[in-house]
């Protein structure tokens, strides 16, 4: 049963623009190394949840100034600047998804 968090439109998702096609195949590999994949296998054709969209643009908001943190206080810290380097990539997957959620609605 649906609620405020996994809501989404009814009727088909609608065909993205031609930069939501770019960050497409970034977007669903995110989805799937996060344990995240949609049944169909693809956001091409579900809708990115307002709960997802919500988790993403908090990633994105938290993710890059922390993984930048990280980055510029790692030098000689091998395990700063990994961990700087996996938050940002973390923070980039999430605004893929973000951003194809956001052009789905528009």
């Known amino acids: 049963m649906p609620n405020r968090t996994t809501r989404v439109p009814d009727g088909p998702v609608p065909e ?3 930069a939501g096609r770019l960050l ?25 949840t307002p709960a997802t969209l919500w ?7 938290v993710g890059v100034p922390l993984g930048a943190t990280a980055l510029a206080a ?4 091998l395990l700063r600047v990994v961990a700087g380097v996996v938050i940002i ?8 998804v973000l951003a194809v959620g956001a052009m ?3």
Not at 55 to 61: D, I, K, N
Not at 89 to 96: E, K, R, T, V
């Open 74 to 77: 790692g030098s000689g810290h």
């Open 89 to 96: 990539a973390l923070a980039l997957g999430s605004a893929a």
């Open 24 to 48: 497409l195949p970034v977007a669903d590999a995110f989805m799937l190394l996060m344990l995240s994949r949609p049944e169909s296998g693809s956001l091409r054709t579900t809708w990115v």
């Open 55 to 61: 988790l993403c643009a908090l990633m994105v908001v």
């Open 104 to 106: 789905q609605r528009r």
């Open 16 to 18: 993205l623009p031609a």
